[in-house]
């Protein structure tokens, strides 16, 4: 029999493969526990039904009245609570979670990062969405409760679950154009101090991912944090970390320090658009040859790394093309497991949004802002960018993800 407050988690398996567990209140399992019940539900993982209100209102609650607390981690996570919101008007709805980050406080009103409400649309009186933390809202310090894991009963014990351990809720660098996670209000930083990786405690025997969260890791985490990581065949860990000077040479000094190999972990590196010219537009920080020192350092020492590429620039010039090539040529084969190519999503308050155009984007009341749409030389340039990817793919031996759908997005031009 369920009380009147829930703590709603959604989970779902991914690609036939790991359960992701969009792990919201493990942070402050006993807080939420002295509070009330777990509920766990479905997270809809296929995106392109993600704008079907019906997949949302056919998804019931347990209960009529009282309050739910609920995780947000992916986006069609808050319209799920908009239309349980509208549904539901007993039940007043508390979203928080890394989408419904706030990109600056203000008493008076809500900002998020994620998303602008759509002209004439006012969210329900019984929603609130915050950018506060479950300790906030409860009035105890942040990261001060036992952090544990919470496990659906129908994951079975054989299979693969992915999991966040939070690190901090920003990015130290803040400064791609990007980019939302830059836009995160200031005043609701939160950083775990005491990493105590507590995952270790996890009993479940299948292999555990553990997504370190954070927009990018610090030299400092670099440095301290990542010799420090519980080494066991079933753990791997899932890091971002910017190809830069600073970075590398932190890793160099961690390798330096250790007298194992690091742990099974996956580095994801924002390669962007690997020429300098681009990567200074971008606000990257780095240039191509840090980004090749990056490369060549994980491959010495067997640290998996996958590359993130966007393409959809209306900006390109044949230069970076050339430079493209220079940097796929020199690319040491074998340094990338995969490369995950992305179509240029501008978000609202981002630069990106008011420097390029294309049809708005909407998830029931909320505006997402647009993937950039480029005119017919643009596309040749980004075209030949894909090409020079897909050929370069079997030379220096990397999977390139996410290519069918950004070649959906050449075709549109
Ligand atoms: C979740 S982000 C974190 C990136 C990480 N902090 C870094 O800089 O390496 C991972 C990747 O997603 C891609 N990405 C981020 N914002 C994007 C956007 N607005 N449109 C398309 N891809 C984006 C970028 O390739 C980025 O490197
Ligand atoms: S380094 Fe990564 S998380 Fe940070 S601003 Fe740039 S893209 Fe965003």
């Not at 959604?10 to 942070?27: A, H, P, R, T």
């Not at 809809?44 to 347990?62: M, N, T």
């Not at 996956?266 to 020429?275: A, D």
């Not at 796929?328 to 609202?348: C, D, K, N, Y």
Request: glycine share 6%; net charge negative; charged share 25%.
């Amino acid at each position: 029999m369920m009380g009147d407050t829930l703590f709603l988690q959604f989970y779902n398996q991914i690609k036939d493969s790991y359960f992701d567990l969009c792990n919201g209140f493990s942070d402050t399992h006993d807080l939420c526990r002295s509070k009330g019940d777990f509920y766990w539900t479905q997270h809809e993982v296929d995106s392109s039904r993600w704008y079907d209100e019906g997949i949302y209102a056919q998804r019931k609650l347990p209960i009529e009245k009282g309050t739910v607390y609920i995780s947000a981690i992916y986006l069609n996570h808050l319209y799920q609570s908009y239309v349980w919101a509208r549904e539901y008007p007993d039940i007043q709805f508390v979203v928080g979670g890394p989408v419904a980050a706030e990109r600056s406080c203000n008493d008076e009103a809500w900002n998020p990062v994620y998303f602008q409400l759509a002209p004439n649309t006012s969210l329900p009186g019984n929603l609130k969405i915050t950018g506060m933390s479950v300790e906030d809202r409860f009035h105890v310090p942040n990261f001060s409760g036992q952090w544990k894991l919470m496990i659906p009963e129908s994951v079975a014990p054989s299979s693969p679950i992915y999991f966040s351990y939070t690190l901090d809720n920003r990015c130290y660098w803040s400064k791609c154009v990007y980019c939302n996670i830059a836009l995160h209000a200031g005043e609701l930083f939160r950083q775990r101090k005491k990493l105590d990786f507590e995952f270790k405690e996890v009993t479940h025997p299948g292999t555990k991912i553990v997504r370190l969260n954070t927009g990018s890791l610090t030299p400092a985490h670099i440095r301290k944090l990542l010799p420090t990581l519980p080494r066991r065949d079933d753990f791997e860990y899932r890091l971002f970390m910017r190809p830069a000077r600073p970075e590398n040479n932190a890793l160099k000094e961690a390798i330096g320090s250790m007298k194992e190999s690091f742990p099974k972990m996956t580095l994801g590196l924002g390669i962007e658009f690997p020429s300098d010219r681009m990567l200074k537009y971008a606000g990257k920080g780095f240039g191509k040859d840090e980004i090749l020192e990056s490369l060549a350092i994980c491959r010495d020492h067997d640290i998996r790394t996958n590359g993130n590429v966007m393409l959809g620039w209306n900006n390109l010039i044949e230069e970076d093309l050339h430079e493209l090539r220079d940097f796929m040529e020199r690319v040491p084969a074998g340094s990338m497991a995969t490369i995950q190519v992305r179509w240029l999503f501008a978000h609202p308050y981002t630069e990106i949004h008011e420097t390029c155009s294309g049809e708005p984007v909407h998830l029931g009341p909320f505006y997402l802002g647009f993937r950039t749409e480029v005119d017919d030389a643009q596309t040749a340039l980004n075209r030949e960018a894909a090409d020079i990817i897909d050929h370069y793919s079997s030379i220096k031996v990397f999977r390139p993800d996410g290519m069918a759908g950004v070649r959906r997005y050449l075709e549109r031009g």
